[in-house]
């Protein structure tokens, strides 16, 4: 069974950095390529970021390039996102995703598997 | 990147179609069939339904379908069911390798 555990969520305030991780289980981590998506409190979902199944290709949301950094550790099956400068507009949960694979075909724009959410609250 | 625009609220009695739009520009929805649709139930995580304009994915009820003309894609559901009620979200590549997703639909089952 697919899991997504984040963590790493919590109160911080503006200015101030956070580190969240991502724990997968129940496939190869290391052959597919991984997202975040966030949504704000009673708002819209909103994708933040992508990472190769390598760790060699991201790519960032305008809203947080130059600020927030995804990587990868394949060896120990989890993915990050490290978030400096937070704003209070970056409040939100956050969702770790990971792509639908089907017959050995891979949609990178399709988020079939999501975790839980860890909820990121930025304030004074 | 703006959002992919669709309308706030849609409703349909058990039994009937609806259908939600989902409109973007040349630059996203227009340009490739990477248009995805997702449902969220209230406090849970969002569920792929759609992807590639109209393919669902293994598990996903036939009633529901996806289509796209120009700048426009589409989501239609059939033979509405109480469970359908929840908030979807349409999603988009984009020009700028990115991913864009709409506003989202509150689908309300009368």
């Known amino acids: 069974e697919v899991q997504l555990v984040e963590s790493g969520g919590g109160l911080v305030q503006p200015g101030g950095s956070l580190r969240l991780s991502c724990a997968a289980s129940g496939f190869i981590f290391s052959s597919y390529w991984m997202h975040w998506v966030r949504q704000a409190p009673g708002k819209g979902l909103v994708w933040v970021s992508r990472?190769?199944?390598?760790?060699?290709?991201?790519t960032y949301a305008d809203s947080v390039k130059g600020r927030f950094t995804i990587s990868r550790d394949n060896a120990k099956n989890t993915l990050y996102l490290q978030m400096n400068s937070l704003r209070a507009e970056d409040t939100a949960v956050y969702y770790c995703v990971r792509i639908y694979c089907t017959n050995g075909d891979c949609y990178n724009e399709g988020f079939h598997y999501w975790g839980q959410g860890t909820l990121v609250t930025v304030s004074s | 990147q703006s959002a992919l625009t669709q309308p706030a609220s849609v409703s349909g009695s058990p039994g009937q179609s609806i259908t939600i739009s989902c409109t973007g520009t040349?630059?996203?929805?227009?340009?490739?069939?990477?248009v995805s649709w997702y449902q969220q139930h209230p406090g849970k995580a969002p569920k792929l339904m759609i992807y590639v304009v109209s393919n669902r994915p293994s598990g996903v009820s036939n009633r529901f379908s996806g289509s796209k003309s120009g700048n426009t894609a589409s989501l239609t559901i059939s033979g509405l069911q109480a469970e359908d009620e929840a908030d979807y979200y349409c999603s988009s590549y984009t020009s700028s390798s990115t991913v864009v997703f709409g506003g989202g639909t509150k689908l309300t089952v009368l």
């Open positions: 990472i190769s199944s390598d760790g060699s290709s991201t």
């Open positions: 040349s630059s996203d929805v227009g340009g490739y069939n990477y």
